[in-house]
């Protein structure tokens, strides 16, 4: 399976509620970074947690990094319909040089 | 233009031609990044470029790949005897610096969508 594993894989909710994903990875990491993906195309960078932290906010995102379980959580608070797009976490693994090993992603739909 | 720039941003090729993707990095990153995403999956690394270093190749599928970066800024993506397997979004990204590990931020392009009939 993948470094980077993101739970659910779809998540369905109502404009105003929080959403909240989930990401697992296996091996060690330098940081961990997480991005918003629009209909199919670029990603944009949302943020980056490096592994000596365990928690970064950023506007209505919040991220959390537990390196003992391995893994990491993404809560969009308020949730907006601007906000249905897929969402995926990178890991920076420290024995697999620079590249970034990303997850299949959750899908969110944010209904209005 | 300020940001990653790919091209084309759709291809249809025939099952067997060669196709080649290009990729402008914002100006002055020295890290070069390829991915390919399949519909509906998440990314997967080909390949990785930095300043004057030996690409790290190890992400390319099979030896129909192959990828150049000129002058340190330009790179291409060639794809030989393409197959409908191949059919996928290419992802480009740069960013400052090596990239991942040391933390810099990583800026992507908007892919370009690739058909194999």
């Known amino acids: 399976s993948q470094q980077g594993e993101e739970d659910p894989q779809a998540l369905s909710i109502q404009e105003g509620e929080n959403a909240t994903m989930n990401c697992s990875y296996k091996?060690?990491?330098?940081?961990l970074q997480w991005y918003r993906q629009n209909s199919g195309r670029g990603l944009v960078h949302l943020i980056l947690i490096r592994s000596n932290e365990r928690e970064k906010h950023s506007g209505r995102l919040r991220v959390t990094l537990d390196t003992s379980k391995k893994s990491s959580s993404l809560l969009i608070t308020a949730s907006r319909a601007a906000d249905t797009a897929s969402y995926f976490c990178?890991?920076?693994?420290?024995?697999?040089?620079?590249?970034?090993?990303f997850g299949g992603g959750t899908r969110v739909l944010v209904k209005p | 233009g300020a940001g990653v720039s790919q091209s084309p941003s759709n291809k249809v090729t025939e099952k067997g031609k060669d196709v080649e993707l290009r990729c402008d990095p914002i100006?002055?990153?020295?890290?070069l990044y390829w991915y390919r995403q399949s519909l509906g999956q998440g990314l997967e690394f080909l390949i990785y470029f930095q300043g004057n270093s030996a690409p790290d190749k190890s992400g390319l599928p099979s030896d129909r790949f192959s990828a150049e970066r000129t002058g340190g800024s330009v790179s291409t993506l060639t794809i030989q005897r393409t197959q409908q397997e191949d059919s996928a979004v290419y992802l480009c990204?740069?960013?400052?610096?090596?990239?991942?590990?040391?933390?810099?931020?990583?800026?992507f392009g908007e892919g370009s969508w690739l058909t194999v009939v």
């Open positions: 100006s002055g990153h020295t890290a």
């Open positions: 990204a740069s960013s400052l610096g090596p990239g991942a590990s040391s933390g810099n931020t990583i800026y």
């Open positions: 091996t060690s990491i330098n940081n």
């Open positions: 990178a890991t920076d693994v420290r024995a697999a040089g620079n590249k970034l090993t």
